[in-house]
């Protein structure tokens, strides 16, 4: 089973369960690296046409979040699930405004994840703060 976040200083997760979700950029969703982000499994929803999907093979069910960047450096996210699903993630960035987020995606992603893990790491390299 895929699941896959994406994230561009947003994040878009694919994983398939079972309630809607975010499903695109635009109703991308905050989430804070201290209390982590429950993700919404949504089923039976594709992935929108125009972001540049990476390292991606596929995009079911998606998931979008995004990281306001409190503490400049190196930030690294792990993923986990309690059903030890595969997670797949891309991650986008950095934007200087909420605004660009969804306009910066179809940049490759500067991490990215389609293995058959269910434990993935999020890489963000010299993250700044304010992006």
Do not use: R
Request: aromatic content about 10%; hydrophobic content about 40%; some cysteine.
């Amino acid at each position: 089973m895929k699941n896959l976040l994406l994230l561009a200083l947003s994040i878009c997760t694919f994983f398939n369960g079972n309630s809607q979700g975010n499903g695109t950029c635009a109703n991308a969703q905050p989430f804070c690296t201290a209390s982590g982000v429950t993700y919404p499994a949504s089923v039976g929803t594709t992935a929108q046409a125009g972001p540049n999907y990476g390292c991606l093979g596929s995009q079911p069910s998606p998931a979008w979040f995004y990281l306001n960047i409190a503490t400049s450096g190196n930030i690294m996210i792990n993923l986990t699930n309690s059903a030890n699903n595969d997670i797949d993630f891309a991650i986008w960035g950095p934007f200087a405004s909420q605004a660009a987020l969804c306009a910066g995606t179809s940049n490759a992603p500067i991490d990215c994840s389609y293995s058959t893990a269910a434990n993935e790491q999020v890489d963000i390299p010299s993250a700044v703060a304010g992006q």
